[in-house]
């Protein structure tokens, strides 16, 4: 059985990692958390009686209806968790999102207890709390699904046909299994009809990498998407916990896609001539900077020149190197966003300079993609101000 399963028992961040692979705080986070996932919330009872507990302490004459208020927010959120995967909408844990949750409720309850015990601090406090988990339930059940499209346009000399070209960017599907999202996806694809897609890796969620269903579903993804695109597709791979080279095969086999393992193809659409370069990402940068520059040293610059490559942490060397368009994902534009501050982690060398979006330097266009999916293991199964999205690029001479 796979790592992910709960029967095997608590697996540690090296189960979640392929031989070699150095894992990122984030990981191991992420790891951690989920060793909460084998504990039902149910077992955890005492615990949700103790935090309501110490939210109601510092109330007086309230503490009653507090702690109430802060069980009845800890079982609405736990059944809202608990609904995703019975709906078919998401198949990530309840007991880690969930604590996080009664510890946030818990906190505000004791600051609010602490510095205004009274009605109106309560009807306050009641207010705030309600409107987190409002918040979060709109970050687990709408937005995953709420997939944008996202229409861009560049122009180049470097191509020369008269018919603009369209390419459809689509990155960080993230299957756990067939999902609204999936199914709007497929529909969207359909819509648009654009004539080449590119993929950019991470096809699987992390926690589900050796579920066989799982598996399934993203090759059953994959070849419907073959079958509405009338144009060529090409795909790298992702981040190597999650498109694991034992496993990436078993998705793609049978399929008409072109995989670029660190080549560079010669392409023409439309009547523009262009350069395909697919590199492989291990999240090394000392490792795929050279890889980089073997890749695109020799290549013909006249020619216009697409990179396909994970991360954004490439962006410098590629920029030295002339490329035209360089399109990636990996950040998910943070997931969960702040307003004003946007992403507070995106797993990027670079942190925030990259973190979603279109981005220029020298004759290098970056486009960084929110993609479709969401983290998995631990991590809740939300987005927040980060919605899903797909790019149609328009490119012309």
């Known amino acids: 059985m796979p790592p992910s399963d709960p029967r095997n028992g608590a697996a540690s961040h090296r189960d979640y990692c392929p031989p070699g692979y150095k894992p990122g705080p984030l990981h191991i986070t992420l790891v951690l958390t989920n060793l909460l996932t084998y504990i039902h919330p149910l077992v955890l009872t005492p615990a949700w009686m103790a935090l309501a507990t110490i939210a109601s302490w510092p109330w007086g004459t309230l503490c009653l209806p507090v702690a109430m208020l802060s069980l009845a927010f800890t ?90 070209l369209h390419l459809l960017h689509i990155s960080d599907v993230h299957v756990e299994r067939t999902t609204a999202r999936e199914e709007r996806l497929l529909r969207l694809v359909e819509e648009l009809d654009p004539d080449v897609i590119v993929l950019t890796g991470d096809y699987l969620n992390l926690t589900y990498v050796y579920d066989i269903e799982a598996q399934a579903d993203a090759h059953d993804l994959l070849a419907r998407l073959c079958n509405i695109a009338r144009g060529p597709i090409y795909a790298i791979t992702g981040s190597p916990p999650v498109d694991r080279t034992d496993v990436v095969p078993i998705i793609f086999k049978d399929l008409p896609i072109t995989w670029l393992l660190d080549e560079v193809r010669e392409v023409e659409v439309n009547g523009h001539a262009l350069q395909i370069a697919g590199l492989r990402c291990t999240r090394e940068r000392r490792v795929d900077v050279p890889r980089l520059r073997r890749l695109l040293g020799a290549r013909p610059v006249h020619k216009f020149t697409l990179l396909l490559y994970h991360s954004p ?85």
């Not at 960084?368 to 001479?397: C, K, N």
Request: charged fraction near 15%; glycine fraction near 10%; charge should be neutral.
């Open 75 to 164: 079982i609405a959120d736990g059944a809202g968790l608990a609904l995703l995967p019975r709906q078919g909408r998401s198949f990530g844990p309840v007991t880690p999102p969930l604590l996080a949750l009664a510890l946030i409720h818990t906190a505000l309850a004791l600051a609010a207890g602490l510095l205004w015990a009274t009605v109106p601090g309560l009807l306050l406090t009641s207010a705030v709390n309600l409107a987190i988990s409002g918040a979060f339930l709109y970050a687990t059940w709408i937005e995953p699904f709420s997939i944008g499209v996202t229409q861009v346009e560049l122009r180049s000399p470097k191509l020369s046909g008269h018919t603009p």
């Open 313 to 397: 942490d490439l962006m410098p060397e590629t920029a030295e190197l002339d490329v035209d368009l360089y399109l990636c994902g990996h950040t998910h534009g943070g997931q969960v966003r702040l307003p004003l501050f946007g992403a507070l982690i995106t797993s990027s060398d670079f942190w925030k300079r990259y973190e979603m979006g279109r981005y220029k330097e020298g004759s290098t266009t970056l486009y960084v993609s929110r993609g479709l999916g969401m983290e998995g293991l631990g991590a809740p199964r939300a987005r927040f101000l980060a919605p899903p999205e797909i790019v149609l690029w328009t490119l012309s001479s």
